[in-house]
């Protein structure tokens, strides 16, 4: 073949470097190019020329030069074999060339056609470090691992070996090499480990006979005799394995699954594992035993642990915090993976192997426990039996156990080539093209490859939620004969363990929404699987079944609804976190069930402009005022479920709740105002009014701090149009104010919003409306020092401008008066503040955990700001505003306290109001202090950011950031 011919024939079998093998086959010899087919089939068939020159100047040095060529020539199998090995592995290409006489294990024409038994590899490391002085047998012991290696993965590269069962043959091969290690240990420990029995115990992939190329081996380890003995046993064994010597390493023995993890004991007897796993173990602690085995050491002891903890395994399902354990693992896993990472995760990321052993998992601990059959602990034999035993569709069986077989397979080409820990799918073109390759996709390599493993994920993602959730519909509905049919009671027990507390009630709701044959019902049986993962995930699932039905029967025939989910995701998802965390959210959707429509987009709140002018709008295009505060009021519900919804779901932060329902006030009261004046006007024969009217917002509502409970604190105040009867303009404001109270307070389908005047001048003994002159008479001879300070949250916001403008400047004075306060005065306030802790208190209520007048709560806080306000307000301009944490940034500023403190009574006045606003929102009523009851908790930790199983991590949070502001109180208010 002349050289042209030659490089074109070198570039069809996928050959690269064209100069460099044209180069290295005539090194080989003029027969060179017999081997060119057998090497087009191979990874990388660059590589696996280069390696195998490599190894023939090696083979050269110990005089096998001829032989091994000879064979390569002359023996198809031997060539398929040694370059299927080259041309993958990296790392067994320098071991060749390290020990070249390991060519010939690659010529045993038995290699492809029979496994090795797994007391003959265990043999074979025990006779290689036998007899051996340490350093020595450390070098045997890893030489001797990679020889075994060798054949391994020749048989898995060429004879299409299973991939279950190459993961046997590693885990066989890691309990051998466990043995040999332990074999070494004794010699070290000498005749201290004498009597002593140790069993070691494989957890994890090792257990379940389902072992990496490279991966970490999980073990505990169980012992009678001498505990210093066991320990120092163990201990020598892992680092046999782990040591880096000339032949490098093997790898990493980890035994941080033990009782207590790293900070337990290394071993323990079976009574204390006994012990421990009674009295203390974790639910998931229970899983990650699912797949223990004994494999060296003392068998028998270990054998009887296992015996020990199976029936404990079996009942973890039962065990109170199983679900959250379960999630909480899970969730665990994708946070640790690094976000440079996460696309490419083939173990951990979304769709990825753990998403299949996890679904395994769960399937067997819930099943499991009646039905023996399903209990194997490798994950595609558990998978099988699950089909069998109609816990998983035969469709979806098959499906799932050809991805996760491709899953596993790549991963296992992946971590052969350097003999490397890795799950994460390399992203370089010539990587790609090796992985492809050795999967046998030999055109388009990197295309083919990639659209397989997307597949694949894609598949896995729908599968684990389908697998999961989908059964459930059939012990409810008529569904096909090809979906998996679950008995009501094995439904009811798959509900328990997903969290769900009344699984039957749960049924009920299940069948109510997908039974018949209509297309509605068809829609609930696609979307379902989703919700019910969806509602798992969150505080209350009961809730948020039931709530999803109550809604789905008011919209179920509306034709955007279940159309909107089925093809909006994010609204679909959002919905369903709503309904299983907020009751407050589940209410405004029942009474406003198209607001499901406001889930798919924006729903950070609306500005205070467009909401009075759709407000306005709106409420004129109804005949009547009546109808027309209606339309308003909707308006308003519409804008509640936009910012608890986008509070729920973590969009928006307790500074942008406070502002948004301000000004969804603000909005309110102009369109409400101003329609009352309208309506007054004409019911008496006006033309006009003969009155400017504004509202001043006070307390929190002044402050931009409203709840979601909160009431809006107001003054009216209104002045006389020129020429206006003084009696007939007081009795047009009065009428206009009782209005306004009366039609926003009207029970009806949207929540009221109550109107309270009871801050003004003489409260309620006094006129519901005064004058500008009228207040500023009174606080000229009447005003005492609460007044002030009630004052200081007024902010003017609704009505006449220049009316709002004037009154302004009449409190001003009062509120930030020239000179600061008296000395009697800052007694007076601080008397007050001492019966408002003494007086007001609930009695019962635990003054550490009542979050508006506890120990460093809101009314601490605020108390201390306003101290400070009327003290230095005058020349201190920052100080002069409603909100409280504008003042504390200000009066850090100003020198009035240290920025250290501000910045912690700014920490616990918003976590305070953070949990007030979510206790509302998860039981949708308002409460002031601490929930106790653990479901409410539970939904207000998750509110808040927190787990499932952080909750007790919230109150600690809670009552240490409490403590150090009710400190910085006690310095700065009470001094």
């Not at 480990?193 to 090792?206: I, Q, T």
Request: glycine letters at 8%; charged letters at 25%; one cysteine or more.
């Amino acid at each position: 073949m002349n050289r042209a011919s030659q490089r074109t024939e070198l570039l069809r079998l996928g050959f690269v470097d064209l100069d460099g093998a044209v180069e290295d086959l005539d090194r080989l010899g003029p027969r060179s190019g017999d081997l060119l087919a057998l090497l087009g089939r191979t990874a990388d068939p660059d590589a696996a020329l280069r390696a195998l020159c490599r190894l023939a100047d090696a083979a050269e040095q110990i005089g096998e030069r001829d032989a091994l060529l000879a064979a390569v020539l002359d023996d198809e199998g031997t060539a398929m074999r040694l370059l299927g090995v080259l041309g993958a592995s990296a790392a067994l290409a320098d071991h060749l060339a390290r020990h070249p006489a390991h060519w010939r294990e690659l010529a045993d024409p038995a290699l492809g056609s029979t496994r090795p038994a797994a007391w003959a590899i265990r043999a074979s490391l025990l006779a290689a470090v036998a007899d051996r002085p340490d350093h020595e047998a450390l070098d045997a012991l890893r030489v001797e691992y990679r020889r075994l290696l060798l054949r391994l993965a020749a048989r898995d590269l060429t004879h299409h070996l299973g991939v279950d069962d190459a993961a046997a043959e590693l885990s066989d091969l890691a309990a051998g090499t466990l043995d040999a290690a332990l074999a070494i240990a004794r010699l070290r420990v000498g005749e201290a480990a004498d009597g002593v029995r140790l069993a070691v115990v494989a957890m994890g992939k090792c257990g379940g006979h389902e072992l990496n190329y490279v991966s970490d081996v999980d073990v505990l380890f169980v012992h009678e005799g001498d505990e210093r003995a066991a320990a120092r046993l163990a201990a020598q064994m892992m680092q046999v394995c782990g040591d880096h010597t000339a032949e490098g390493t093997i790898w990493p023995v980890d035994a941080a699954l033990r009782p207590e993890g790293k900070a337990g004991p290394l071993s323990r007897t079976l009574a204390s594992h006994q012990g421990y796993y009674e009295r203390w173990a974790e639910a998931w602690e229970f899983q990650a035993l699912l797949k223990a085995r004994p494999v060296a050491g003392d068998l028998a002891l270990g054998g009887e642990f296992v015996a020990m903890v199976a029936p404990m395994v079996w009942s973890a399902a039962d065990r109170e915090g199983f679900v959250d354990a379960a999630r909480a693992m899970r969730r665990r896993v994708l946070e640790h993976i690094p976000a440079r990472e996460a696309g490419r995760q083939l173990k951990l990321g979304a769709g990825g192997l753990r998403d299949v052993e996890f679904a395994v998992q769960l399937l067997q601990l819930v099943h499991g426990r009646a039905d023996e059959s399903i209990r194997p602990p490798t994950t595609l034999s558990a998978l099988s039996r699950l089909t069998e035993g109609g816990y998983v569709g035969r469709e979806d069986g098959e499906a799932l156990h050809r991805a996760y077989s491709f899953l596993r397979q790549l991963e296992h080409r992946i971590q052969l080539h350097r003999l490397q820990r890795t799950h994460v799918v390399p992203a370089d073109e010539p990587s790609l093209r090796r992985l492809g390759r050795s999967l046998g996709f030999f055109k388009e390599s990197e295309r083919r490859l990639e659209e397989t493993w997307e597949d694949h994920r894609r598949e896995v993602s729908r599968l684990h939620q389908k697998i999961f959730y989908r059964p459930l519909l059939s012990a409810v509905a008529r569904i096909g004969a090809d979906e998996v049919r679950l008995s009501s009671e094995a439904a009811g027990a798959r509900l328990a363990a997903l969290g769900y507390a009344d699984p039957q009630a749960a049924l009920r709701n299940l069948e109510a929404l997908t039974s018949g044959v209509s297309r509605t019902a068809a829609i609930q049986r696609t979307l379902l699987p989703a919700m019910l993962q969806w509602f798992a995930e969150c505080p209350d699932p009961d809730g948020g079944l039931f709530g999803f039905r109550r809604i789905s029967e008011a919209l179920g025939r509306t034709p955007w609804y279940l159309s909107t989910l089925r093809d909006e995701g994010e609204a679909a998802e959002r919905l369903a976190h709503l309904l299983g965390t907020s009751r407050y959210c589940t209410d405004l959707l029942e009474r406003e069930p198209a607001g499901v429509r406001l889930l798919g987009g924006d729903l950070h709140p609306l500005g205070s402009a467009a909401l009075t002018d759709e407000m306005l709008a709106t409420g004129g295009r109804q005949e009547g005022f009546e109808k027309g505060v209606r339309a308003v009021r909707a308006v308003r519900r519409r804008e509640l479920l936009r910012i608890a919804a986008g509070d729920v779901l973590g969009l928006i932060d307790v500074d942008d709740v406070g502002f948004a329902l301000a000004r969804l006030t603000d909005a309110t009261l102009e369109a409400t105002l101003q329609g009352a004046v309208e309506s007054t006007a004409r019911a008496r024969g006006l033309d006009a009014a003969p009155t400017r009217m504004a509202i001043v917002a006070m307390g929190r509502y002044g402050g931009f701090e409203l709840s979601y409970g909160s009431d809006a604190d107001v003054l009216f105040v209104h002045e006389p149009a020129e020429g206006a009867d003084a009696h007939e303009a007081a009795t047009f404001a009065r009428l206009v104010a009782e209005e306004v109270r009366r039609v926003l307070a009207v029970p009806g389908p949207d929540p009221a919003l109550v109107v309270d005047a009871d801050l003004r001048p003489e409260g309620r003994q006094g006129p519901l409306v005064r004058t500008l002159d009228a207040y500023a008479a009174y606080y000229a001879k009447w005003s005492h020092v609460w007044e002030a300070q009630a004052l200081l949250r007024a902010d003017a916001v609704v009505g006449d401008a220049g009316l709002r403008d004037r009154f302004t400047a009449l409190i001003d004075p009062l509120r930030y008066p020239a000179g600061g306060l008296t000395t009697d005065d800052v007694i007076e306030v601080r008397r007050i503040k001492g019966r408002v802790d003494k007086e007001r208190l609930p009695r019962g209520a635990d003054p550490a955990l009542h979050l508006k007048l506890g120990r460093g709560g809101l009314a601490d806080i605020e108390w201390t700001v306003q101290l400070l306000q009327l003290r230095h307000g005058a020349e201190v301009a920052g100080l002069r505003t409603t909100q409280t944490l504008a003042a504390l940034s200000a009066a850090a500023d100003a020198g009035l306290m240290t920025s250290d403190d501000a910045a912690t009574l700014a920490a616990s006045w918003r976590l305070a109001t953070r949990v007030r606003n979510a206790v509302l929102l998860a039981r949708g009523r308002a409460g002031d202090e601490f929930p106790r009851a653990v479901l409410e908790r539970r939904a207000v930790a998750s509110i808040l950011g927190y787990q499932p199983t952080e909750t007790d991590r919230l109150l600690d949070d809670y009552l240490r950031i409490t403590r150090h502001a009710h400190a910085v109180v006690d310095r700065v208010f009470w001094e």
